[in-house]
């Protein structure tokens, strides 16, 4: 894609107003920021101080690509406004190319939407303790990686940069942001996963689960914020390999974080370096994912 990588952004004639783990966000006016998504990546809620090339970018274009295609759902923070039009150093943008986005200042929501379509993760070791994910009664005999009858919404608290995001029940959802505007993030987080699990799986991902994040304007519109269905934001399965009862690779950083396990490593900052095969295998897996989902069906 391009020979620059970026790890921190520091524009000039323009304030940032926040850097998080993956993102540096950036006033333009009242009504409207600039993101730059980096090539920083975390672990273990960890920003390790090695960026993978091209996985700012390739964030960027598959956000942008379902931003695009989900507009009939649920309207998207984009403004179609071009980088140009805020940044002119030329090198600037070059540095900025394919990786920022002018998007509306909305009210952020404090919740994380998250879609769960796979019995993974956390919401295994829930299961095999309760037989419950998130206070969801579930079938008995759900196996490591099987599908899910129905896709369930298993909110969390979003977590500032270096603390671990916690899952939340649905009421406590209601008692953050009222009962209504609840009932509409559940129901556009689980449409919005349902519609992009049935596209990717006829290009050979399997979306396990996932994690939107929502804002409101003045008038109380629900829009989609920050990213949506990456690799990042998601657990994107091979569907070409994928069995119940393993737990499958995923197109993201799981080279890191098995790397990582590996290591005499407290995961607490700072995060150690990287070796140059880990980073180039990660960065191949986010390419990867970009061209399947952007690629013909597969079947």
């Known amino acids: 894609m391009s020979s620059i990588t970026v790890y921190r952004t520091a524009l000039r004639g323009l304030t940032k107003i926040h850097e998080g783990k993956v993102r540096d966000i950036y006033a333009v ?14 672990a ?10 091209d996985k700012g970018r390739v964030l960027t274009q598959i956000s942008n690509f379902w931003f695009e295609r989900t507009r009939h759902i649920v309207p998207n923070h984009l403004t179609g406004r071009p980088v140009e ?33 796979y019995l993974i993760g956390s919401g295994w070791k829930d299961y095999q303790a309760t037989g419950r994910v998130c206070g969801i009664e579930l079938p008995k005999g759900l196996r490591l990686a099987e599908k899910l009858p129905e896709p369930i919404f298993t909110p969390a608290t979003k977590a500032a940069v270096g603390a671990h995001d916690e899952n939340i029940s649905f009421d406590a959802v209601e008692r953050l942001i009222g009962a209504g505007l609840a009932a509409r993030v559940r ?8 519609f992009a699990a049935d596209y990717a799986i006829r290009r050979g991902i ?28 998601s657990r994107f399965w091979p569907a070409d390999t994928y069995q119940v009862g393993i737990s499958p690779p995923s197109f993201d950083k ?15 900052p700072p995060g150690p370096r990287l070796p140059p095969e880990i980073i180039r295998r990660t960065s191949e ?7 399947r989902l952007t690629g013909p069906e597969t079947q």
């Open 85 to 117: 039009s805020v940044v002119r150093d030329p090198y600037e943008l070059e540095l900025l190319e394919g990786r920022a986005v002018i998007v509306r200042r909305l009210k952020a929501l404090p919740v994380e939407a998250v879609v769960r379509g």
């Open 29 to 42: 006016d009242d009504e409207s920021m600039l993101i730059v998504t980096t090539d920083r990546l975390s």
């Open 187 to 194: 129901d556009a987080a689980i449409a919005l996963y349902r």
């Open 44 to 53: 273990f809620d960890v920003v390790l101080p090695d960026p993978i090339p």
């Open 285 to 291: 897996k986010y390419r990867e994912a970009l061209e």
């Open 254 to 268: 799981q080279f890191v974080r098995d790397y990582l396990e590996t290591l005499d490593w407290n995961k607490q």
């Open 206 to 233: 399997i979306i396990a689960d996932t994690k939107f994040e929502f804002g409101v304007d003045e008038q109380g519109t629900l829009t989609l914020i920050d990213e949506a269905l990456t690799p990042d934001s």
